[in-house]
T-cell receptor, first 115, second 113 residues
Framework: GAGVSQSPSNKVTEKGKDVELRCDPISGHTALYWYRQSLGQGLEFLIYFQGNSAPDKSGLPSDRFSAERTGGSVSTLTIQRTQQEDSAVYLCASSLVGQGAGEQYFGPGTRLTVT | KQEVTQIPAALSVPEGENLVLNCSFTDSAIYNLQWFRQDPGKGLTSLLL?????REQTSGRLNASLDKSSGRSTLYIAASQPGDSATYLCAVPISGNTGKLIFGQGTTLQVKP
């Protein structure tokens, strides 16, 4: 079956522009997560969705970052007024059940470069 | 606060060797522990998830063990192959209404032909 997919795979944008990153989770997975991985850094949690609601958005670095999930499926991470420090690989994951109880499956990531 | 540590940071072995990767965590109240593999420039591939009630989980040449009381997990790779070269990460979820995983920094494995 299909795994987690993300688009675009690569995105280059100018500082100050807005970007949207998309995640399509595995069908039937109720939980969805966004993480990011900066060059040479570890994985940083951003936000957790259970269905369409986000019980934990504690990892969003600033109010320039927002995310939504619709229909219990697709999620979009939006970064407004991008800064160079936003450059990273943004990874999406999904699991059958949430609250840490389920195995998380990751997508291939979106590599964001802010110039 | 949960912290996850992986030792060693890097490991180089000749093909065919059996090897052990280590993961330790500070808070033993975990649901489960997950091992991942990451190839350069790629996402994470889930290798094994071991539940808190389990002591071992096996998949092919991989065997993960979990000792909650001592806050440790090991990933055993039998008969290593060059294709096993990658970064291996362990992660545990924190408690509460969140799915947040806390990751170790990873062990980068190189298996030489």
């Amino acid at each position: 079956g299909a795994g987690v997919s993300q688009s675009p795979s690569n995105k280059v944008t100018e500082k100050g522009k807005d970007v949207e990153l998309r995640c399509d989770p595995i069908s039937g997975h109720t939980a969805l997560y966004w993480y990011r991985q900066s060059l040479g850094q570890g994985l940083e949690f951003l936000i957790y969705f259970q269905g369409n609601s986000a019980p934990d958005k504690s990892g969003l670095p600033s109010d320039r970052f927002s995310a939504e999930r619709t229909g219990g499926s697709v999620s979009t991470l939006t970064i407004q007024r991008t800064q160079q420090e936003d450059s990273a690989v943004y990874l999406c994951a999904s699991s059958l059940v949430g609250q840490g109880a389920g195995e998380q499956y990751f997508g291939p990531g979106t590599r964001l470069t802010v110039t | 606060k949960q912290e996850v540590t992986q030792i060693p940071a890097a490991l180089s072995v000749p093909e065919g060797e059996n090897l052990v990767l280590n993961c330790s965590f500070t808070d033993s109240a975990i649901y489960n522990l997950q091992w991942f593999r990451q190839d350069p420039g790629k996402g994470l591939t889930s290798l094994l998830l071991i539940q808190s009630s389990q002591r071992e989980q096996t998949s092919g040449r991989l065997n993960a063990s979990l000792d909650k009381s001592s806050g440790r997990s090991t990933l055993y790779i039998a008969a290593s192959q060059p294709g096993d070269s990658a970064t291996y990460l362990c992660a545990v979820p924190i408690s509460g209404n969140t799915g947040k995983l806390i990751f170790g920094q990873g062990t980068t494995l190189q298996v030489k032909p």
